[in-house]
């Protein structure tokens, strides 16, 4: 019988609501990769990067395609989300921190995702890069090293319906991310015990 790669321990999820310029959580969310085994393969295939569509539907309402990016950083994880023809930059950035990766982050790691968020043109309210940038830090910093992190930086504004699909989406790409790099970390520490 195989063994099975352990799970990521607590994740803890920090949002930003460029809507209300304000931070939301941390909210735990539960490891689950219900609906992420197709996108863990794809990431594996193709060595921690995958870009493409992904379709959700709300009953009784068309389906709405989300163009999504995907990528293992070797420290993080960084993934967006975006509806095709929609104006400014993507609907949601999300920044995943593994806990078994947290002695690897970059000590600029911060300064780079605002400023990716910038060239993203986004996020919508200008003048939020240093909220974003000083929570950030001060989330790395003060959150035990045994807990997951899952940034979430909401651009701009969809409808409410186009929202809630875009939470779903943005969570299973998240746990996509975390199965993916779980698995990965866990191949390399047991090459390395060999």
């Given amino acids: 019988m195989a063994k099975r790669t352990p799970g990521p321990g607590r994740i803890e999820l920090h949002g930003w609501d460029s809507r209300n310029r304000a931070w939301y959580g941390p909210d735990e969310l539960a ?13 594996r295939e193709l060595h921690g990067c995958w870009q493409g569509r992904l379709l959700a539907q ?3 309402s068309p389906s709405l395609a989300f163009c999504v990016q995907l990528r293992d950083l070797g420290d993080v994880g960084l993934a967006t989300l975006d509806l095709e023809g929609s104006p400014g930059g993507p609907v949601e950035a999300l920044l995943i921190v593994p806990a078994q990766r947290r002695g690897r982050i970059r000590p600029e790691l911060a300064f780079e995702f605002t400023s990716y968020l910038r060239f993203l043109d986004g996020p919508v309210s200008q003048g939020s890069e240093i909220a ?5 830090e001060r989330t790395l910093a003060e959150t035990p090293d045994g807990v997951t992190i899952v940034i979430s930086v909401e651009n701009h504004f969809i409808s409410t319906e186009a929202n809630l699909l875009a939470a779903e989406q943005a969570e299973r790409m998240a746990m996509s991310l975390v199965g993916c790099m779980l698995e990965k970390d866990s191949c390399a520490a047991k090459a390395q015990a060999r």
């Fill in 132 to 136: 974003i940038h000083d929570h950030l």
């Fill in 31 to 43: 490891y689950s990769l219900t609906g992420c085994r197709g996108l863990v393969a794809k990431l």
């Fill in 58 to 60: 709300a009953p009784g």
